[in-house]
């Protein structure tokens, strides 16, 4: 069965960095958009970046533009996120996923929809604290 495994979260003081990896067994990632989701205590699961396979153009939520950044890392067949000046609020599990499809779903205002849950990872832990 194909499964996401997401890594590097950690404990991370407020106005950190960290770098959050996305890999998966058996697929080339560059074929697909890719998609970071995160679901924090409490709260609805949030889309929080895509990258496009169609034309690599990424996405992100309002919440995190500016901060975060989606790239690919074609060498270790990974879709990396960035995460700079981190706020609490961004305490999370983090998630990577797709739907196999080349473009970044999103719905009418422009939020980035999770996929199913059929290929989810266990998730990065992210806490933000100090």
């Known amino acids: 069965q194909v499964q996401f495994v997401e890594s590097g979260g950690g404990l991370v003081q407020p106005g950190g960095s960290l770098r959050l990896s996305c890999k998966v067994t058996?697929?080339?990632?560059?074929?697909?958009?890719i998609i970071w989701f995160r679901q924090a205590p409490g709260k609805e699961r949030e889309g929080v970046a895509c990258v496009a396979s169609s034309d690599g153009t990424t996405y992100y939520a309002d919440s995190v533009k500016g901060r975060f950044k989606i790239f690919r890392d074609r060498a270790e067949n990974a879709v990396d996120l960035q995460l700079r000046s981190l706020k609490a609020e961004n305490t999370a599990v983090y998630y990577c996923a797709s739907d196999w499809s080349y473009n970044c779903p999103r719905d009418k205002n422009q939020t980035i929809l999770i996929p199913e849950p059929g290929y989810w990872g266990q998730g990065t832990q992210v806490t933000v604290s100090s």
């Open positions: 058996g697929y080339t990632l560059e074929y697909y958009a």
